[in-house]
């Protein structure tokens, strides 16, 4: 690509990592520019951080979509170029869990994810970055924003060294499990859970005196470095 790539976000909570993409873009280290974040959460510090940045931001309130359907799921108004059937056929998140609950899980994001991208396209963009989304994105998103699915182009940023320990708390799930290395890992998002292609690892050793908030602390440190050295690699087109 070797060009200034223009980067969305989208966060749910403080946004640690957004702030060191940020901070990346000003000082060159990225070469490339925030031009929105998202976010599912009206609260979220991270978009206070885009605006004391003068980067645009907007929310799609989540919780009030799915909060609208369970009340009244027969005034859903499910975006036009939806497929039930066809998400369901390609997600592979849900296993054996039990049909209605998969069926409201896709309905619900779609509608959310519709609005998602229907705000994202007010802001031209190379590369999707999720910067602690806490929200799982389907079929139906993925499709939109990988228009080209030999060029993947949404990133995510895992505090686990995958495939190991994939899920909401890999520090955690490292730290009960009892190994000696730790890490984070930078993949491209696909129809699982964490299972995309792996893009950059970093690890780091666990010792006897390490705590679960001292492994966050080590994981963080490296979450901030390496997330900025994947970006750099979209940008050159060498990820």
Known sequence: MNKKISIGALVSGGGTNLQAIIDSCESGAI???????????????????????????????????????????????????????KNIAKQNIFSNDDTRIVESFLITRAVAEAELIAKMKQYPFDLLVLAGFMRT?????????????????????????????????GYGDTFRYGCKIGGCTVH???????????????????????????????????????????????AEDRS
Request: hydrophobic letters at 35%.
């Open 188 to 234: 491209f998002i696909d129809y699982g859970e964490d299972s995309g292609p792996i893009i950059g690892q970093r690890a780091f050793k666990i010792t006897k005196n390490d705590t679960l908030d001292s492994i966050k602390k080590k994981g963080l440190q490296l979450e901030w470095e390496l997330y900025s050295e994947c970006i750099n690699l979209f």
């Open 31 to 85: 070469n490339g520019s925030l031009v929105f974040i998202g976010s599912d959460n009206p609260d979220a510090y991270g978009l206070v951080r885009g605006k004391k940045h003068n980067i645009p931001t907007f929310v799609v309130d989540y919780r009030s979509i799915i909060k609208d359907y369970k009340n009244n799921p027969e005034k859903i108004c499910l975006p036009a170029d939806f497929d039930l059937k």
């Open 137 to 169: 994105l389907t079929p139906y998103f993925i499709d939109r924003i990988n228009v080209e699915p030999e060029k993947p182009r949404i990133m995510n940023i895992h505090p686990a060294l995958l495939p190991a320990f994939p899920g909401v708390d």
